[in-house]
């Protein structure tokens, strides 16, 4: 993924960072950290022979141990005519952003890639580097640390914010430096990664504000904060777990901070108490499921 990400930069594609939601738009100038696709299943394809190719030169060991080859790798796989092939085998009317997932030391664990203009879906603007459906690897569901560079620098034992997605992740970091960002995949995703991650950490949690809306994004808080609890007396999670909110009008705190709104950090039970009746019966519905009553 490194490779592509050089073989095939984002700088290269001006719509992806200059272009309306692109990367500098976004506040992100570190523009080699990202990767664009091209437009044509042609030009994917070049760069996947090229990556092939250096995979059996370098590795050679992992494609005798392999006999897949780079179907090993999401994102990847192999036509009827033998060809690596890199994405879908369809053309796009844009480039695609190149979105790695990396760990707290900046190895990158998986991609995700985001369709801009007339190639994004009404509800679906992202999706994981991966081809299952193409007999290619599936990606998982890793956390992004947006921090990486800064892992074990300083404080070792940082405040945590939590949000969605890794682009989300990278601008608010440059807004809380001082701050651990991690990122999820989805409000339902890696919940236990993530309780494991932040052990014995202030967490601030960040997610999109169509909670108020949607009561399965406040179920999936929900099983989070549970998850994250260290016991069952709840003391850890009442003095350590927060809320962020801001402005609605914005649904992402991404939105907000690049708008200069003001963001607000929440204590848990006042977050709770602030839910409508709908929602703060269903967010306690998923302790009673486990024979825990919520301390108020």
Known sequence: YSLLLRLSPASNYLSITHGAKGLLERGLVNLDDYGGLPRSADERKVLAAKIRALLNQNFPSFIRQNPLGIRHVPGFWINASGEACLWTDKDYHHPILLVP?????GKIQACQIRFFGADSHKKNRYFWLS???????????P?????????????LNPPVI??????????????????LTIANSGVGCSHELIARTTYGTKISIAFDNDYCQNPVVVRQLANL??????DYTFQFVHNKVSILCWDPKFNGIDDALLNNAAISEVALN????????????????VFKSQQINYPA
């Open 131 to 141: 081809l299952p459906t193409f007999n290619g690897a599936g990606s998982g569901t």
């Open 270 to 285: 006042e977050w709770v108490s602030l839910l409508s009746l709908k929602n703060r019966e269903i967010f306690l519905q």
């Open 143 to 155: 956390l992004h640390f947006a921090h990486w560079r800064m892992f074990g620098k300083g404080d």
């Open 101 to 105: 997932y990396r760990n707290p030391v």
């Open 225 to 230: 904060i549970f998850t994250i609890s260290e």
């Open 162 to 179: 939590i949000t969605e997605g890794a682009l989300k992740a990278d601008t608010v970091s440059n807004f809380y430096p001082q701050h």
